[in-house]
């Protein structure tokens, strides 16, 4: 894909001594949802991390064709990426509302917050309901909810997720990926989505990739992924 | 092997020093004596415990003053007033941790900031002052060599405080050793995994509050005999802030950093003050922010380096 | 009666100098979460430039105004230069780094503007003197303290870079993550408080004279009062220092002498910090695993 949005290349990272991402290649169209699959400590985290300059990265990542390796956190995000990363990130301390506020914060077209506020108090009802209430209050799924809907209030190109489901009871997880969904129609909005849940994540992708201690080891197109032999028996359960 | 002939070494050195040197560096040498038992006190709470405190020269006061008070007003010899000053340091340095156990970090430096603040003003105390001296203090009679041994006053007290220094840090070495220092550092580095295992937290966490200011006490107390004199305005809170100073330059967490550290407060405001008579604080301040930037492990933790360095140069 | 009126109004007063400083504490505290040792000594070297300023023959605004900004952009640089790598640093790092602050900041005043006590003009002094037991000044300063908090608290509470702030001071990662120039953040933040702590010394200088101890006591008060009132709140600190004033001035009269006000303080901040530690007005925060 040469007219991707987000195109990775030979990206290694690592803390510290410790070495987790060994040259990885990656594309994410614009527009699409692209899967990154891989068991515990096969670097999916770091990966985002290393996307969005939370971690030290060599390598070269473009973003609509601009370098992004090396740059700032806070300059990565101005130029349309958001993260929702694993442990969600909350403003504990601070209410739902000024959370979702501060997603908002770099914004300067008022009427389209005002816009998206409502948008998102549509998708997410129980964010509306507890709008007054401390984040920090909130259960562990109502978090999650407003950390998608906190990155969304960027009205990001790229949307990078980190785990959603982690720590959810299967309900939960069933309401959020039905939202992604949703806002993967309504919205314009590219996502790379990191996941354990490996059939979750292939039903809703477009494309996946398969990261084995720090390489990618399989990509394609979705449907050919979940179906090959070896990706079923390791992450899908094994049957047919 | 090696290390204890280094000990023994110094050891040597430090007796000869008082034949060698002149009075007046007899007493300074005495002073730096003094200071690092106040250091090991800082030391044991701060670097091996992890509570922070800006207020221990509250406790050197109070050594300082239990000495004084019991010399000039109560008549005891100089010597009994030491055990005297550590169990009033013991004391009243446990009644502190007991509410200083709910504070953290930088609450807790907040707090014993305040008591070093409020040092002068309770040393000053007008409903005291008949044992106190008020705020002129008091003035000590110095103390002659006993049995009329060969040796001025100078070098009288340098060899006793050397003594009881050297008992004291025998004592904490042991402490430290043994499974009451394990505890003591486990509650430190991880407070929920030491009570996890069953460690009193906060049993450990007075005690060592305790015996930190127990150690100080003597300092002060040592301190006030070789100067032979005490007033409030000599324990503000730039006390305090100098035993930090002391303790974290010489290398938290570690015995002999107490000694260097003393050297180091001993010596270095009289070089500074030729330059200008702010400048001690000033060279303070930048060795400080110097060593927490770049050098956090103090002057201990550099020798240990050299010492690695040292070792690893030898093996073939 | 009218003794214990006129000692509860010399309270109040010496409590908006209390509570002036104090804000300057909690600015820190909101914007990064720091307590922050140096306050006094930052403010009482911004009171010696303002100093300076009126000896060239500054007249008192202008020097005001322009001390103001000085001591926004030196509470910034030190920010910028010093308080900044010691992001990661364990606490015990970041309190010395502060103590260092004070020392440095205390001995440079010594050695640039010298030991000798200097008189402070107040801005107030010819003004109408309403009510007979405060002079202007002191009504003047309880008037420059609450217009402080009225500003502090409307700027946190409604404004986008207060909102922004808090989030910053809380979690700076997350703040990177919704764009947050976060270092800018910090800064401004030590901005502000260096520009309060300065308005903070030159309403007190005014009353105990300025010379390089002048804020010691008065940090320890000022530490009463955030702490009493809350650290993280502007209004709690604001009402911590009036309190803090008052008792001071009652049970120094009445109680234990005036020798012994700042173990007042002493025992006021124990006391809270044991029994309450998110003072009178903090809200404790909650958070779910």
């Not at chain 1, 990261?211 to 070896?230: D, K, Q, Y």
């Not at chain 2, 009679?141 to 009288?156: I, M, T, V």
């Not at chain 2, 220092?181 to 007075?206: E, P, S, W």
């Not at chain 2, 100098?242 to 107490?258: D, I, M, R």
Request: aromatic share 10%; hydrophobic share 55%.
């Amino acid at each position: 894909m040469t007219d991707a949005l987000l195109d990775v290349r030979g990206l290694e990272a690592g803390y510290g001594a410790g070495r987790v991402l060994f040259g990885i290649d990656l594309q994410v169209a614009a527009g699409s949802v692209t899967a990154l699959l891989g068991a515990n400590g096969a670097g999916k985290t770091t990966t985002l991390r290393a996307l969005c300059g939370l971690i030290r990265l060599q390598g070269h990542v473009t973003l609509g064709g601009q370098r992004i390796d090396g740059m700032a956190t806070e300059e990565i995000v101005r130029l349309g990426v958001a993260h929702v990363p694993d442990g969600r990130g909350t403003f504990t301390g601070l209410t739902t509302e000024e959370n979702l506020r501060m997603g908002a914060c770099t914004r300067r077209d008022k009427a389209g917050v005002r816009e998206d506020f409502e948008r998102f108090y549509e998708y997410f009802p129980r964010l509306k309901e507890r709008r007054h209430q401390q984040a920090g209050t909130l259960s562990g799924g109502e978090q999650q909810m407003l950390a998608i809907a906190r990155a969304l209030m960027l009205r990001p190109k790229l949307l990078l997720m980190d785990e959603p489901s982690f720590g959810l009871a299967p309900k939960v997880v069933q309401d959020i990926f039905r939202i992604m969904r949703r806002v993967r129609e309504e919205q314009q909005v590219a996502i790379l989505l990191v996941e354990q849940n490996a059939s979750l994540a292939l039903e809703l992708a477009d494309h996946a990739f398969l990261l084995e201690t720090g390489r990618i080891a399989l990509a394609g197109p979705a449907a050919a992924v979940r179906s090959n032999e070896a990706v079923r028996a390791a992450y899908l359960g094994g049957s047919t | 092997m090696q290390k204890k002939l280094l000990f023994v070494a110094l050891l040597a050195a430090a007796c000869v020093l008082p034949f060698v040197l002149p009075s007046y560096a007899v007493f300074q040498a005495t002073m730096v004596i003094a200071y690092a038992l106040a250091l090991l006190g800082l030391n044991l709470l701060t670097g091996y415990n992890g509570q922070i405190s800006l207020g221990h020269g509250a406790f050197f006061a109070l050594g300082a003053y239990v000495a004084a008070m019991l010399m000039e007003q109560a008549g005891w010899p100089y010597w009994a007033t030491l055990p005297a000053a550590a169990l009033a340091g013991g004391v009243v340095g446990y009644l502190f941790g007991l509410p200083a156990l709910k504070l953290d970090g930088v609450y807790l430096a907040l707090a014993t900031f305040a008591l070093g603040v409020a040092t002068p003003q309770l040393l000053k105390y007008k409903g005291f002052e008949a044992w106190t001296g008020g705020s002129q203090g008091l003035v000590l009679a110095k103390p002659e060599a006993p049995f009329g041994l060969p040796l001025n006053s100078d070098q009288w007290l340098y060899f006793f405080s050397l003594a009881v220094a050297i008992a004291l840090f025998a004592a904490a070495r042991n402490l430290l050793r043994g499974s009451a220092g394990l505890r003591v550092v486990a509650v430190r580095d991880h407070a929920i995994a030491a009570q996890a295992m069953g460690i009193d937290n906060a049993r450990v966490k007075t005690l060592t509050f305790g015996i930190s200011a127990m150690y100080t006490s003597v300092g002060g107390a040592l301190s006030a005999i070789v100067v032979q004199f005490v007033a409030p305005d000599s324990f503000s809170v730039f006390l305090s802030i100098t035993l930090l100073v002391g303790a974290v330059v010489g290398g938290l967490a570690s015995l002999s950093g107490a000694l260097y550290g003393a050297l180091f407060i001993q010596f270095v405001p009289q070089l500074a003050e030729q330059v200008s008579k702010a400048a001690p604080w000033a060279v303070y301040g930048a060795i400080l922010l110097a060593l927490m930037l770049v050098w956090p492990t103090g002057m201990a933790g550099g020798a240990a380096r050299l010492q690695t360095w040292f070792n690893r140069r030898r093996q073939p | 009666m009218n003794a214990f009126f006129a000692q509860l109004m010399s309270g109040l007063a010496t409590g908006g100098i209390y509570a002036s400083l104090a804000l300057a504490l909690v600015m820190i505290y909101r914007s990064t979460h720091h307590v922050n040792f140096a306050q006094g000594e930052m403010a009482m070297f911004s009171t010696f430039i303002a100093s300076m300023l009126l000896q060239a023959g500054w007249p008192y605004w202008a020097a005001f105004f322009a001390t103001v900004v000085i001591a926004f952009v030196m509470g910034a640089a030190i920010e910028a230069v010093l308080v900044r790598r010691l992001r990661h640093a364990p606490v015990l790092a970041i309190v010395v780094v502060f103590v260092a602050l004070l020392v440095i900041l205390h001995s440079l005043a010594g050695w640039l503007f010298g030991y000798t006590i200097r008189s402070f003009p107040s801005p107030f002094a010819e003004a109408a003197v309403a009510g007979g037991l405060l002079s202007p000044h002191q009504l003047g300063a309880i008037g420059v303290t609450l217009l402080m908090l009225a500003l502090m608290y409307l700027f946190f509470r409604y404004s986008p870079l207060g909102l922004q702030m808090r989030a910053t001071a809380e979690n700076p990662t997350s703040s990177r993550l919704v764009g947050v120039r976060v270092n800018r953040m910090l800064a401004l933040g030590w901005g502000l408080a260096g520009a309060i702590g300065a308005v903070a010394g030159m309403m007190v200088a005014p009353v105990v004279f300025l010379d390089v101890h002048m804020m010691s006591g008065v940090l320890l008060y000022a530490f009463a009062a955030a702490v009493l009132g809350g650290i993280g709140s502007a209004p709690g600190a604001v009402a911590g220092g009036f309190i803090v004033g008052v008792l001071e001035n009652l049970l120094g009269t009445y109680v234990v002498g005036a020798e012994l006000k700042l173990s007042v303080a002493l025992v006021l901040i124990i006391v809270v910090l044991v029994a309450k530690p998110s003072g009178l007005f903090g809200k404790a925060i909650v958070v779910r695993v």
